[in-house]
């Protein structure tokens, strides 16, 4: 069943248009054959931002089962399984189940225009609606206001994270662009909880609550990192878990009241792979980080400065062309010894990616010293053989995290 489905999803990717057009009229087109799914949900917090999305669905769902309730989730991307994308109940979508249900979306579709992501958010929307659940957590795609997920009316809350420069050929080319963008998920008398953010983007935010009658509450202004004070430390590594960890807690705290115990668990237990995650320790400590844009490295950069000068700290990269490249090593480069760059695993549902002598070229106008591998497995080589210990950093783009948690299963 497992090849059967990975069949299954090439050939809906293959065969339906891959050019994204921000429009819901498709969607809504098709959630109507299928009998509107999205309008028959169980209360939905709606997730949207440019960095921490995923985490801060982790910790919530991680703290409402602490609590008791039935939690669905839908994130993206996957890192290795599409499954990872739809949890039911706390676990991924059955092979069998999904297969089944995007069989239906192709067959109702009917060969009508439509992208990878919304028949896959239609085929999300109706498991969601015929398994009961307490809670639906639910991430956006790249945006916000004509993102496949915004078909919701009335989510229970909104929730945005960190935004920065990132999918700015489809969103806008400044933060403020994207941030109304993003906002498109606040909606009329809803709450939202707004995280750590510049002061562009909160203005931003702010007008669109406001405009909308819906309560806003803002890091840093109505709520800080002091709501994690009474509980033990997140699970998950790094200042901006912390963040995401309040911004998690607050956002519940709206909607349910939880007991103290359950919080401390839900914060300890919370997964979320492939974020500042240690796969191997020793001499060569393995790291691995998704960091893909300004707002990821940012973040990266100041959990690199904490790690001290005992053990050089080497930089692991593959980069999708998409992303600005340029800014990434300029953020990240001071804090590497040196960076070896890899070429990520061809795909053309993923986009081209640069070449290792592409990257060097960048990293050469950037003054950062580096060089390129083959592959992971060269480069690891290539770094043993000149460090007698290191860190290795594997960063710049969540598709190469989910290729070297693949190469560690």
Known sequence: MKEALSDLLDRLYDFYFQEIDLNLDRLINLLNKLGSPHKNLPPTLHVAGTNGKGSTIAFCQSILEAAGYSVHAYTSPHLVR???RIRLNGKL???ELLYKTLKDIIQINDSNPITFFEATTAAA???FSKTPADVLLLETGLGGRLDATNVIEAPLMSVITPISLDHQEF???TVSKIAFEKSGIIKPNCPVVISKQTPEVIEVLKREAILKGSPCYIYEKDWDLDILAPYSSPNLKGEHQRINAATALKALSL???LKPKAINKGLQSAEWPGRLQC???GFHEIWIDGAHNSG????LAEELKKWGSDKPIIGILGMKERKDAKLFMKILGPHFKEAVFIPLTENNKTGKSYSPDDLLEIAEKEDMRASKAKSYQDALEQIQKKYTQSRIVITGSLFLVGEILNLSS
């Not at 990821?296 to 973040?299: D, N, P």
């Open 255 to 257: 909607c349910f009241a």
């Open 279 to 281: 796969l191997q320790e």
């Open 296 to 299: 990821g490295a940012e973040a």
């Open 82 to 84: 599409f499954n990872e």
């Open 125 to 127: 929307f109706v498991l």
């Open 171 to 173: 969103l806008g080319n």
């Open 93 to 95: 979508i059955a092979d």
